[in-house]
């Protein structure tokens, strides 16, 4: 399959830049957003098209492509006459980048099986900061020849693309992802809290540390705006609850217990309640320094 023509849904702070490297790639991309103005403001500097609706959108793609909110958000510009599925031509592939359920990601390859289309659960991890530079890692659920036709197109913003199993394996490997972040964060805070409280310095710590067996990307990325509660930036609190939501409701499928993320969970919903969900994940430490 030839693949020339692109559809992309969704032009949030990951979206847009993700719409834009393939504009950029010689893919012919048509996007779509449900704010009009985004859409305008996309074409204005990538010069692509704008559809009116999702199935507009997908009528002429041969990938259609989806990073918006939530699973709602999605069975929205799917489902019903101007969604994506009534657009879609035979033999077209699906692909959804939004971080969801592994339930939405079979109950979507059940739709477009029916329908003769492909689909493949893929969600990213990098932020919009790995989205802008086109240096995601994607996580893709489904079968090996639909990978092979779409591998090629999403290295146009992403450095690492792994096929992790079956419809539904994508979504669960993203669920890992975020339980490993919050775990992360959770005994960053808590080293950080100790460095502060014994009189350390942070940057000294953190240059001393970073390359070692404790070092991780929210170490060498946020220890130190966390020292100097800065959290205007990065990946919301509002959202990784949404994350860890769909984690602990899989676990529960799943008959086990997630009792570190549960907690930062907790932490988290008690930072919403405070008026902090838009903050930074990294503002988790907040929690803690009010224990303290």
Not at 99 to 115: F, P, W
Not at 125 to 132: D, L, M
Request: glycine share 10%; with cysteine; net charge negative.
């Amino acid at each position: 399959m030839r693949i020339q023509n692109i559809a992309f849904i969704g032009l949030g702070v990951m979206g847009f830049p993700m719409a834009g490297h393939l504009q950029q790639k010689g893919f012919n991309t048509t996007v779509y957003n449900r704010t009009h103005s985004k859409a305008e403001a996309w074409q204005a500097k990538y010069h692509g098209h704008i559809a009116e609706t999702p199935r507009e959108a997908a009528e002429t793609a041969d990938i259609v492509f989806i990073c918006i909110g939530n699973d709602n958000d999605v069975r929205s510009v799917c489902y019903g006459e101007n969604g994506i599925l009534a657009g879609l031509k035979p033999g077209a592939i699906l692909i959804d980048h939004t971080t969801a359920s592994a339930v939405l990601a079979h109950e979507l390859e059940n739709a477009c099986h029916k329908q003769g289309v492909h689909f493949m659960d893929c969600p990213v991890s990098g932020g919009q900061s790995g989205a802008e530079k086109g240096c995601l890692t994607i996580m893709c659920g489904g079968d090996e020849q639909t990978f092979a036709s779409v591998k090629p197109v999403m290295e146009s913003y992403a450095r690492q693309i792994q096929l992790v199993g079956r419809c539904g394996a994508g979504q669960r490997c993203k669920m890992v992802n975020q339980i490993c972040i919050a775990g992360v964060l959770q005994g960053l805070s808590e080293g950080l809290l100790l460095a502060e409280t014994v009189g350390l310095d942070i940057h000294q710590v953190v240059e001393t540390l970073k390359f070692g067996a404790a070092g991780s990307w929210q170490m060498e990325n946020r220890a130190e705006t966390m020292a100097q509660n800065k959290f205007s930036f990065g990946f919301a609190i509002d959202w990784m609850r949404k994350d860890l939501g769909i984690c602990l409701e899989e676990a529960a499928r799943q008959h086990i217990e997630l009792p570190l993320t549960k907690q930062v969970d907790e932490r988290y919903a008690q930072l919403q309640e405070e008026g902090c969900g838009k903050l930074d994940t990294s503002a988790l430490i907040l929690s803690l320094k009010k224990e303290a």
